[in-house]
Nanobody
């Protein structure tokens, strides 16, 4: 079992920045696939960014490339999402999700994730 707890959401004006955190616990291994998703009201859930904790490669949705950065601190077992140049369309509940059974070469935005956090709200005003 993996427990995921997101934090760092809030309200910000367009063009501003926020940094989300996702603390992971309950998994004895150090290598797993983990991602950020978001869901805006009335819209489908969207994969935003992904990585495998022991690999350098990262994946981003086209809508956030160049503005968002996903990182993972192995010592703290915490995932981050640095969001910059925020736009009103970035407004959503942001979730982190993890999967411990996916191999590193299969870890990307399309991975099926078994563990989810409770989400944190991000609101960007124009």
């Amino acid at each position: 079992q993996v427990q995921l707890v997101e934090s760092g959401g809030g309200s910000v004006q367009g063009g501003g920045s926020l940094k989300l955190s996702c603390a992971a616990s309950g998994y004895t291994g150090s290598a797993y696939c983990i991602s950020w998703f978001r869901q805006a009201p009335g819209k489908e859930r969207e994969a935003v960014a992904s990585l495998y904790t022991t690999r350098p490669r990262t994946y981003y949705a086209d809508s956030v490339k160049g503005r968002f950065t996903i990182t993972h601190d192995n010592a703290k077992n915490t995932l981050y999402l640095q969001m910059s140049v925020l736009k009103p369309e970035d407004t959503a509940v942001y979730y982190c999700a993890a999967d411990t059974s996916t191999a590193w070469f299969d870890c990307d935005l399309q991975t099926h994730y078994n563990y989810w956090g409770q989400g944190t709200q991000v609101t960007v005003s124009s």
